[in-house]
């Protein structure tokens, strides 16, 4: 997203432009190119790893990498489905260098370690302060002890090390939205860009942003990753409504830091955003907003306001459901502004009503307004 930012790429653009020996065997031959965002977005259709690594624990070089291209069949087409891949961000993090023309272990550091100054992180290091990882719990109770591993080629898709207090860094970064500093890694723009789900699984309950998974639970969404690689797993999951985020870094192949996450978030974090949340100024209700309520009529049909619960809300009167009307919260000067769950309407336009000789005569929503229908 930064080289985005410098003009240096676009998310569309085939892979091809940049890697002219990306090939693979395709499910079609007359299938979309592979682009940018399709890596980014685990929307490729690409198999999920290069190799058997996992197994072997020996990771491709990038040479390597290119040359075992042409032999990896891509299950999907681009954009058919979400499917997680590993062999996608390789490809992702060799574009990168192609490029920048720098490795990526430089590239990270001087573009996103030194600004946050995440000075505990590093790129495929046998750091002497690096947590021993253990393998899964086996029937006797033992554990064995997992050698430290070089992703060498595939560093992009996994192999960096960092601490809590590196990546609570990289989490508040994630919030910065809106104003200017040296220490911002992307624009406004681009950050929403990678938050916004691109591709949806198809349970349709998770998605996939640029770099970030996206979830909605609970009412809330969620942004984040979790990762595994031989001795270590972790999940790093963020609220951005609220600005809270949980790092769970775990040196076991058998934790569960998703869940863990997802219950510190459910708890501690809950505490946390309910008490940083700075007071909204609220407009109490004036009983002379009561005017406002009665059947208004336009050429596509009548709408209701209604007083509920010391609300103006605004409705089909013909409708079967008092669920989730919208409501009219006030602005003050006996203006107000949309709201509503859903965004097929005018939501967050500004509502106003015209009065003649002390009656209420119009409602107007936007750019449109509707006639009051005498009682």
């Given at each position: 997203?930064?080289?985005?930012?410098?003009?240096?790429?676009?998310?569309?653009?085939?892979?091809?432009?940049?890697?002219?020996?990306?090939?693979?065997?395709?499910?079609?031959?007359?299938?979309?190119?592979?682009?940018?965002?399709?890596?980014?977005?685990?929307?490729?259709?690409?198999?999920?790893?290069?190799?058997?690594?996992?197994?072997?624990?020996?990771?491709?070089?990038?040479?390597?990498?290119?040359?075992?291209?042409?032999?990896?069949?891509?299950?999907?087409?681009?954009?058919?489905?979400?499917?997680?891949?590993?062999?996608?961000?390789?490809?992702?993090?060799?574009?990168?260098?192609?490029?920048?023309?720098?490795?990526?272990?430089?590239?990270?550091?001087?573009?996103?370690?030194?600004?946050?100054?995440?000075?505990?992180?590093?790129?495929?290091?046998?750091?002497?302060?690096?947590?021993?990882?253990?393998?899964?719990?086996?029937?006797?109770?033992?554990?064995?002890?997992?050698?430290?591993?070089?992703?060498?080629?595939?560093?992009?898709?996994?192999?960096?090390?960092?601490?809590?207090?590196?990546?609570?860094?990289?989490?508040?970064?994630?919030?910065?939205?809106?104003?200017?500093?040296?220490?911002?890694?992307?624009?406004?723009?681009?950050?929403?860009?990678?938050?916004?789900?691109?591709?949806?699984?198809?349970?349709?309950?998770?998605?996939?942003?640029?770099?970030?998974?996206?979830?909605?639970?609970?009412?809330?969404?969620?942004?984040?990753?979790?990762?595994?690689?031989?001795?270590?797993?972790?999940?790093?999951?963020?609220?951005?409504?609220?600005?809270v985020g949980v790092v769970v870094l775990t040196n076991t192949n058998d934790s569960n830091p998703g869940q863990i996450a997802r219950e510190l978030l459910d708890t501690v974090g809950e505490a946390v955003a309910t008490a940083t949340e700075p007071e909204k100024e609220t407009i109490e209700w004036n009983p002379?907003?009561?005017?406002?309520?009665?059947?208004?009529?336009?050429?596509?049909?009548?709408?209701?306001?209604?007083?509920?619960?010391?609300?103006?809300?605004?409705?089909?009167?013909?409708?079967?459901?008092?669920?989730?009307?919208?409501?009219?919260?006030?602005?003050?000067?006996?203006?107000?502004?949309?709201?509503a769950p859903t965004g097929g309407g005018p939501v967050g336009e500004i509502v106003r009503f015209i009065e003649e000789d002390g009656q209420v005569v119009r409602m107007i929503t936007g750019?449109?307004?509707?006639?009051?229908?005498?009682?």
């Amino acid at each position: 997203m930064q080289l985005r930012e410098q003009n240096k790429l676009r998310l569309d653009d085939p892979v091809t432009d940049y890697l002219p020996w990306f090939e693979f065997e395709a499910v079609a031959e007359d299938g979309a190119p592979i682009t940018i965002e399709h890596l980014l977005t685990h929307s490729s259709g690409l198999p999920r790893e290069a190799g058997s690594h996992w197994t072997d624990l020996d990771f491709p070089t990038a040479s390597e990498v290119r040359e075992l291209m042409a032999e990896r069949r891509a299950p999907f087409a681009p954009e058919v489905r979400w499917k997680y891949s590993n062999l996608a961000y390789t490809i992702a993090g060799l574009l990168i260098e192609e490029v920048s023309g720098m490795s990526w272990a430089d590239y990270l550091q001087e573009n996103i370690f030194d600004p946050l100054e995440m000075d505990a992180s590093s790129v495929d290091m046998d750091d002497p302060k690096l947590a021993v990882g253990y393998g899964i719990r086996m029937p006797d109770g033992s554990r064995s002890i997992m050698p430290f591993v070089d992703a060498r080629g595939m560093a992009a898709a996994t192999g960096l090390t960092s601490n809590v207090e590196d990546m609570a860094k990289f989490v508040s970064a994630q919030f910065r939205i809106g104003g200017r500093g040296d220490d911002r890694l992307l624009s406004t723009a681009s950050l929403r860009e990678m938050h916004r789900v691109r591709m949806l699984e198809t349970t349709w309950t998770n998605g996939q942003g640029i770099g970030f998974s996206v979830q909605r639970r609970n009412g809330k969404l969620y942004v984040g990753h979790g990762g595994g690689y031989p001795g270590y797993t972790t999940s790093t999951s963020i609220q951005l409504d609220s600005k809270v985020g949980v790092v769970v870094l775990t040196n076991t192949n058998d934790s569960n830091p998703g869940q863990i996450a997802r219950e510190l978030l459910d708890t501690v974090g809950e505490a946390v955003a309910t008490a940083t949340e700075p007071e909204k100024e609220t407009i109490e209700w004036n009983p002379a907003w009561e005017r406002f309520a009665g059947r208004y009529r336009g050429r596509n049909g009548d709408t209701q306001v209604l007083v509920m619960n010391e609300k103006l809300v605004r409705m089909n009167p013909w409708s079967s459901s008092l669920n989730d009307p919208q409501e009219l919260a006030p602005l003050g000067d006996d203006m107000f502004r949309m709201e509503a769950p859903t965004g097929g309407g005018p939501v967050g336009e500004i509502v106003r009503f015209i009065e003649e000789d002390g009656q209420v005569v119009r409602m107007i929503t936007g750019d449109s307004y509707v006639t009051r229908v005498p009682d």
